[in-house]
């Protein structure tokens, strides 16, 4: 599990395309190693990966190596690095560990893509569109993880074609914290949909599904 609180971008090393999948080497400041085990999980660009492999380079800097497998490469953006991209990067959490973002288990349901931004000098925003299937998740003022970190939709609209345009205000912080000030007119990233969101939608679905109702309701 991890909280979306993203600890440092790191940038990748190296890329080994092998049978099937790849492996990938992500350079990170020094400290996102203390104490890591090969097997842990940590998560990169919100999708949960396994430490394959760690060193340390100098007194700043280290790697950490991951294989990925083809379903992983197919619905997720980790499919489009190349050497030099930067992905965010959280190491899972620890029992009594700050819950800052929202709880988030690494597993990404879909992606949007970037159709709008506007950068000012205090903050950003950001437009995504998602897919339809995804549409009735998606509120205004709920929690969404965009390349793992745990963000706040604004403005939420239903386009007519059914899918969902969401709205991102992202502060100076954020920015200089994660990969989302890199993104470009037509990037993709990884959306995790918050759990307790889907619990609830879908519970009331059954629900009035069985009442014969939630067509009305469109849900």
Request: hydrophobic share 40%; with cysteine; aromatic share 6%.
């Amino acid at each position: 599990m991890f909280t979306g609180i993203v600890q440092s971008t790191g940038q990748v090393n190296s890329i080994k395309i092998g049978d099937n999948f790849k492996h990938i080497e992500i350079l990170v400041p020094i400290q996102l190693i203390s104490k890591l085990e090969t097997g842990a999980s940590v998560a990169n660009n919100g999708v949960c990966l396994t430490a394959v492999s760690f060193s340390k380079l100098d007194s700043k800097s280290a790697v950490i190596g991951f294989d990925i497998i083809d379903e992983t490469l197919r619905v997720t953006n980790l499919d489009s690095l190349v050497t030099g991209s930067l992905v965010n990067v959280e190491r899972s959490m620890k029992v009594g560990d700050e819950i800052g973002g929202h709880m988030v288990s690494g597993h990404i349901h879909t992606m949007a893509t970037l159709v709008e931004r506007l950068d000012s000098t205090d903050n950003c925003q950001l437009n995504f569109v998602i897919n339809s299937n995804w549409t009735k998740y998606i509120f205004a003022k709920g929690f969404i993880a965009v390349n793992g970190a745990s963000l706040t939709l604004g403005e939420v609209r239903t386009l007519k074609n059914g899918d969902c345009e969401f709205t991102l205000h992202l502060i100076p912080e954020t920015l200089e914290r994660t990969n989302l000030t890199v993104l470009k007119l037509g990037d993709k990233v990884n959306i995790e949909i918050d759990q307790q969101t889907m619990t609830i939608v879908d519970s009331l679905a059954s629900i009035l599904k069985e009442y014969g109702i939630e067509k009305k309701l469109n849900l």
